[in-house]
């Protein structure tokens, strides 16, 4: 009697050829969907190179154009309404209207703006943010996080007398500070090591060869733009080791995991870092940077000293990004916010992955909190992975739901659970691969 065959567990599911031609149809069906913003980037490039002002928002064919948002929708010019889940790449926590930010900017502006001068609000914002992050003794502000970034390694490097810096491959710190694939023709020119991430051999080597030369470590709690990866504790723990043993500070650039908890990433892995850069929300929907740390580093910007470092900006203590600002933690971005928030996300990522395994969809999801990453693993060649990315990109925007291409997800606080549910409905439902 013959044996049933078993069945070819080694053969790949997803057929390449109709990933390509399902890819192509959903394109085309975004073309002809999305007139309006095909001609706003037509428009655009007559004085925007490409039609751009910001690299990450480029998506083919084009991207959309957003003319209105409302708590947790936007809305293209086309006249398509999106649930937004994408929160302007984590800084949009607060949804994209908000009476009180409205009017806690009504009322500084009331006050007189661009006031030539210090006033009451850097102070409230300061004093909140040092509360709040356990590195934080002092902060200076600054109008993005990669000016914040560039700050902290200023400093670093300054006050240390020493030149190099550890940063890793994929990490993201800014537009001058970007490590996706090693150091970029577009980085500040610093003396880098670009180590693999989450590789605590690899830092070890390179304190042993080049201790008394390193000036700081800049690293991400979990890389936001690298893909959402969460650091390990246990790489961190070592990073805090070898900084503290060979007199190097150590950077969380927490631009992104801020949101994780009250005081951050490192307050909810209990890592203190000696500096830390925020930015995005804590502005209250403003451009916004600040960097703090220690005491002795900080203290050496105190202009009254004799050997001060300098740091300018004429909008670094703009009084509406602060007003807005101190207004946000007060009333957005309190303890059990942020953990609700945190809650919400890892319960969302769980549903897709158990989603993705239940349909057989050749998708993973990553992150940390209500900050995630889809990425496809059809195990096949990169370009398929690509090709399957982009259709359930395509796929979900199609459904009304907005998110980035490269896959990053940040929920807002104005995303719901009817939301939630709808997109993994449309989610499961979308794809027959
Ligand atoms: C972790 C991290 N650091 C720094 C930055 C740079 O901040 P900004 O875009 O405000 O310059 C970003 C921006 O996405 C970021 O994600």
């Known amino acids: 009697m013959t044996q049933p065959t078993a069945p070819r567990i080694d053969a790949p599911r997803i057929d390449a050829a109709r990933v390509a031609a399902a890819h192509d149809a959903a394109r085309a069906a975004y073309v002809a969907r999305n007139p309006g913003s095909a001609a706003a980037l037509d428009r655009a490039r007559r004085v925007l190179p490409g039609g751009n002002t910001r690299s990450s928002l480029w998506t083919e064919p084009f991207p959309l154009c957003i003319e209105a948002g409302e708590g947790c929708r936007i809305r293209d010019v086309d006249g398509h309404s999106y649930v937004d889940l994408l929160g302007e790449f984590t800084a949009g926590i607060f949804g994209h209207t908000s009476p009180v930010l409205a009017k806690a900017l009504a009322d500084a502006h009331a006050r007189g703006i661009n006031l030539s001068s210090h006033t009451p609000y850097e102070v409230e914002l300061a004093e909140r943010l040092c509360a709040r992050f356990p590195s934080m003794d002092r902060v200076r502000f600054a109008n993005s996080g990669t000016e914040a970034n560039l700050m902290a390694v200023t400093a670093a490097r300054l006050v240390s007398g020493r030149g190099r810096v550890v940063v890793f491959r994929g990490g993201y710190h800014g537009g001058v500070l970007t490590f996706g694939a090693g150091v970029s023709p577009v980085d500040v020119p610093f003396d880098y090591a670009c180590l693999p991430y989450n590789d605590i051999d690899a830092v070890t080597e390179e304190f042993a060869e080049n201790g008394a030369d390193i000036a700081c470590i800049l690293v991400e709690p979990m890389q936001g ?189 104005a995303v719901g659970p009817e939301e939630l549910a709808g997109f993994l409905s449309a989610l499961g439902e979308g794809l027959d691969l």
């Open 225 to 413: 733009a690298g893909g959402c990866i969460p650091a390990e504790p246990d790489f961190l723990r070592a990073l805090r080791a070898l900084a503290t043993e060979h007199g190097a500070a150590l950077i969380f650039d927490e631009v992104q995991t801020a949101r994780m908890a009250y005081g951050g990433a490192q307050a909810r892995l209990g890592i203190t870092p000696d500096m830390t850069t925020v930015g995005k929300f804590f502005g209250g929907g403003l451009a916004f940077g600040a960097f703090g740390g220690r005491a002795d580093i900080m203290d050496r910007f105190d202009p009254s000293r004799p050997d001060a470092l300098p740091h300018a900006g004429t909008f670094n203590n703009n009084s509406l990004t602060m007003a807005a600002g101190v207004t946000a933690i007060d009333h957005y971005l309190g303890a059990e916010a942020l953990d609700a928030l945190f809650v919400r996300g890892e319960a969302l990522r769980a549903e897709m992955t158990a989603l993705f395994a239940e349909r057989g969809l050749p998708f993973s999801v990553s992150g940390m909190g209500a900050i995630m990453n889809i990425h496809a693993c059809s195990g096949l060649a990169p370009e398929v992975d690509q090709k399957l990315l982009a259709l359930l990109h395509l796929t979900m925007q199609e459904r009304g739901y907005y998110f980035a291409a490269r896959g990053l997800m940040a929920l807002s606080f």
